[in-house]
């Protein structure tokens, strides 16, 4: 699995718009290929998505690989850096199908970047299953190529909607504090969480835009601090979750209820553990999730094979990873289904995947979103240890949170 340079090689062949169905299979290896944000502000989730594409391919491979018309061929995956840049990563996917004669993709990091891609492959009529890019929006857009093994992005804190009112006599009472990124796939989190507030007919105290560097949110942790919310929310993948956490810590911010997107993969327990302390995070995937599969076992075995993979970068296994993982099982299955190479008989096997994974279930709708698989809410809670994630409801939460600063 290597990152390939801006210069192509002169032995690889340069299509044309019209790419043959028959491509990318080199000798006895099938490349899948991906753009993928390595660099620039979605970098550290960009690579978490990778280790996901690489564990899988190195498991499937040790396997037998994948056997289509009673002959086994190896993965590989082509990689160029898309630099967590939308215009950047559809030129890539395009160099990808149209130089490099890569018929076979992975999505990018992140709901902006899988956005401009999906045009790329829909154009060109290459089968796309993407792993990160969650937002409903990309589901809207009739693309026939294009599949999603995670659940859509409205769902990411709506819950934490449901549990606030739960937990307090009068839903009508409860103060909402937010800051969003101005992304596609946080406008769709915040979407789903003003569904839930209308819903309960909640008070939006704060409705902020994080800036986009993601750098500073102190703006808004000011007016929390005097308006006194009963729940604050924050979405800005894992660099804006680290900010919020930062500053959180710096500024003693104490708020009954805090959830934040990508706090996982952002490692703020180990980080920033004051500020971690009761802090919700919304998850795809539970290592304790009662799913499995041949090839990689239970989630919990996942779990535990990926963290001796990957010692020294994990304590806990982020999503993404995971997720990315599925997607290229989700290609073995298509192609030993199909039995072919061709991109439409694939594109069909696609279309009619129904799978139990590891990750968990999988089945595509017509529009190419995952239908069979929920989220998951978990809370930190930090302990003498170390720490401890829980899944939470209102019975088991820790609430109110309150941090010693």
């Not at 620039?40 to 990778?50: M, S, V």
């Not at 090839?295 to 010692?311: D, I, K, M, P, R």
């Amino acid at each position: 699995m290597k990152i390939k340079s801006m210069a192509i090689a002169a032995s690889v062949l340069a299509l044309t718009a019209t790419a043959p169905a028959l491509a990318k299979v080199d000798g006895d290896t099938i490349i899948l290929g991906s753009a993928i944000s390595l660099t620039g502000k979605y970098a550290t989730n960009g690579l978490h998505t990778q280790r996901g594409y690489d564990y899988a391919v190195k498991v499937i491979n040790a396997a037998g690989g994948v056997k289509v018309n009673g002959k086994s061929y190896k993965l590989d995956v082509q990689y160029y850096d898309d630099e967590s840049t939308p215009a950047r990563a559809a030129q890539l996917v395009e160099r990808l199908i149209q130089q490099d004669g890569v018929q076979y993709m992975l999505g990018p990091y992140g709901s902006g970047l899988t956005k401009a891609v999906l045009p790329v492959s829909e154009k060109y009529g290459v089968p796309m299953v993407e792993a990160e890019g969650a937002s409903r929006s990309l589901f809207t857009q009739g693309y026939k190529y294009a599949f999603a093994v995670l659940s859509t992005s409205e769902q990411y804190l709506s819950s934490v909607i449901d549990e606030a009112a739960t937990l307090n006599k009068d839903p009508k009472s409860v103060k909402i504090a937010m800051a969003f990124e101005n992304d596609p796939f946080s406008l769709d989190v915040r979407e789903g969480v003003m569904d839930k507030i209308k819903q309960y007919g909640m008070q939006v105290v704060i409705d902020d835009k994080l800036p986009a560097d993601l750098s500073d949110m102190s703006a808004t942790l000011t007016k929390t601090k005097a308006v006194k919310p009963d729940v604050l929310l924050v979405s800005g993948h894992s660099k804006g979750a680290a900010t919020a956490a930062r500053q959180i810590e710096e500024m003693r911010i104490n708020v009954p209820i805090i959830a934040m997107t990508h706090c996982e993969a952002a490692a703020i327990q180990e980080k920033f553990p004051k500020a971690a302390h009761g802090v919700l995070c919304p998850t795809q995937w539970v290592e304790n999730i009662d799913k499995g599969d041949a090839l990689f076992g239970t989630a919990a075995e996942y779990n535990q094979n990926v963290l001796a993979e990957y010692s020294d970068h994990y304590q806990e296994i982020p999503y993404q990873l995971v997720q990315a993982s599925a997607a290229v099982l989700v290609w073995k299955d298509a192609f030993e289904r199909a039995n072919s190479f061709d991109t439409k008989e694939l594109r069909d096997a696609l279309s009619a995947t129904q799978m139990e994974t590891f990750y968990g279930d999988i089945k595509f709708s017509e529009a190419g979103n995952n239908i069979a698989k929920p989220m998951f809410l978990r809370q930190i809670n930090i302990t003498d240890g170390g720490f401890e994630y829980k899944l939470a409801n209102a019975k088991s939460m820790i609430y109110p949170r309150e941090v010693k600063y």
